[in-house]
């Protein structure tokens, strides 16, 4: 079965950086594109960024462009989701998904099948 497990999140002022990272296991299949996803307090889940074990294809939300970056480590089956310059507005739970299912990046959570517990950011002064 696949398992996704988040780590990496907790409280960081305005300004600065962390790295949350993604361990995946239980693929069956070595084709897969994994995403991350954030929830805010009173707010819908939304895409931040996605990526496709395929050919490495990397897909950023507008809000977060310049700022975040989507890169995985094989060997370790590590995805990672590097956050600089964070704003108080990234505060939310931060989830990783995946999904074997479909070959091309997808903000949309639906498209997703498997999803971890979910790692807290928290932005503040």
């Known amino acids: 079965q696949v398992q996704l497990v988040e780590s990496g999140g907790g409280l960081v002022q305005p300004g600065g950086s962390l790295r949350l990272s993604c361990a995946a296991s239980?693929?069956?299949?070595?084709?897969?594109?994994i995403g991350w996803f954030r929830q805010a307090p009173g707010k819908e889940r939304e895409g931040v960024s996605c990526?496709?074990?395929?050919?490495?294809?990397?897909y950023y939300v507008d809000s977060v462009k310049g700022r975040f970056t989507i890169s995985r480590d094989n060997a370790k089956n590590l995805v990672y989701l590097q956050m600089n310059s964070l704003k108080p507005e990234d505060t939310a739970v931060y989830y990783c998904a995946a999904s074997a299912r479909i070959w091309y990046l997808d903000s949309s959570a639906g498209s997703y099948d498997y999803w971890g517990q979910g790692t807290r950011v928290t932005v503040s002064s």
């Open positions: 239980g693929f069956t299949s070595d084709y897969y594109v």
């Open positions: 990526l496709s074990s395929s050919d490495g294809s990397t």
